[in-house]
């Protein structure tokens, strides 16, 4: 299992979030799930707002393009990135967090 699915139009992610983190940042896994910390503390919504700013800055998308689709008041998050699929990809391998992903993911996430 991989921490990403894709999907005609962007990707959905796996998402562990540490809220009130010292350095914002991705990685690594925790779990099968992506690390994202953010500095922002978990109350009305700013955690989540952080992490959408993240992913937003990450792999250069609008903020808009980005949301939180599940676990909105958790740390366990499915994240929705819209977006051209093969452009997500590639960003988030410049970024160094998809060679964490099991091969076999990689392979399942693959259009057929």
């Known amino acids: 299992m991989s921490f990403f699915r894709a999907f005609d139009g962007g990707l959905d992610l796996l998402i562990w979030v540490a809220p009130r983190a010292s350095r914002p940042g991705l ?3 925790h779990g099968e799930r992506l ?14 707002e952080a992490l959408r ?3 937003a800055e990450a792999l250069s998308v609008p903020r808009g393009a980005v949301s939180i689709v599940q676990g909105a008041t958790g740390r366990n998050k499915t994240v929705r ?7 997500l990809l590639a ?3 410049s970024l160094g967090v998809l060679a964490q992903a099991t091969p ?3 392979r399942s996430s693959r259009k057929r």
């Not at 690390?35 to 989540?48: F, L, M, Q, W, Y």
């Not at 990135?81 to 452009?87: F, I, K, N, P, R």
């Open 104 to 106: 076999e993911a990689d």
């Open 91 to 93: 960003r988030l391998k």
């Open 35 to 48: 690390r994202a910390a953010v500095s922002a503390p978990p109350v009305d919504g700013a955690a989540n």
């Open 81 to 87: 990135v819209s977006g051209e699929t093969s452009a």
């Open 53 to 55: 700013e993240l992913f």
């Open 27 to 29: 990685g690594p896994l």
